[in-house]
């Protein structure tokens, strides 16, 4: 028989973008557009099983072989570095990281910089090769918030259409690294399942190909 090829899609529209390039590539799941409450669904006819996850789990399920692939935004691999192999950039979900801060900031180089983020360890390797002292606040959300009621200096968080900051009277200041969804693998799977996650592989990559012409 052959193997189940687990997939850990990320809940939200990018999931759902990915799962119509998954039934295009022949892995189709019909029952997925039943029922929406439902997390975890399986098509053994085409050997496929998707399960929705919170996008920053995806790279866990897939470190940890429960996935043998998931697509994952590059904020979350710098993040935290999983061990999986990355096999191809969606060029969706496009977005950047960046400091923000209210307009009108300026950095005093005296003082320690208050950085609140999602981010640490982004945020961290950025500014160390700055050279410049900073405090991270952690945060787990609403992360604009923390600038405007004195929580932190700035922040480091994602952008994507800019609105949340505009609403909330912060600017960019710089732009650390630009993010988009990536196609990664479980080490083990991809030795084990090697044809099929290529396959899959290239036909995704045919199909962002399609869709940037
Ligand atoms: C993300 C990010 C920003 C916002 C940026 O937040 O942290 O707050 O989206 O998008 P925009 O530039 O299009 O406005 P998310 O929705 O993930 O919520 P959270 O960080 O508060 O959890």
């Not at 920053?56 to 996935?67: H, Q």
């Not at 993040?79 to 400091?99: F, H, Q």
Request: charge should be neutral; charged fraction near 25%; glycine fraction near 6%.
């Amino acid at each position: 028989m052959k193997p189940i090829l687990n997939v850990a899609l990320p809940k939200g529209r990018l999931g759902e973008k990915v799962y119509a390039m998954m039934e295009k590539a022949g892995f189709s799941c019909p029952a997925i557009y039943e029922n929406n409450r439902k997390l975890i669904f399986e098509n053994p006819e085409k050997g496929v099983r998707y399960f929705w996850v919170k996008p920053s789990d995806v790279a866990i399920y897939v470190e940890r072989g429960t996935a043998d692939i998931g697509i994952v935004g590059k904020d979350i691999l710098l993040e935290y570095a999983p061990d999986v192999y990355e096999l191809l950039d969606l060029n969706i979900g496009k977005c950047r990281m960046a400091v923000a801060a209210p307009k009108g900031f300026r950095d005093d180089q005296r003082r320690t910089l208050r950085v609140a983020t999602k981010f640490s360890n982004i945020a961290a390797r950025h500014y160390l090769s700055k050279g410049r002292d900073i405090d991270i606040i952690h945060l787990n959300g609403s992360i604009e918030v923390a600038p405007i009621l004195g929580l932190s200096d700035v922040i480091v968080d994602i952008v994507e259409t800019g609105t949340t900051l505009k609403e909330n009277d912060l600017e960019v200041k710089e732009t650390i690294v630009p993010i988009s969804a990536r196609l990664i693998a479980n080490k083990a799977s991809y030795k084990f399942q090697s044809d099929t996650i290529d396959y899959v592989t290239q036909s995704i990559a045919s199909q962002v190909e399609e869709t940037n012409d």
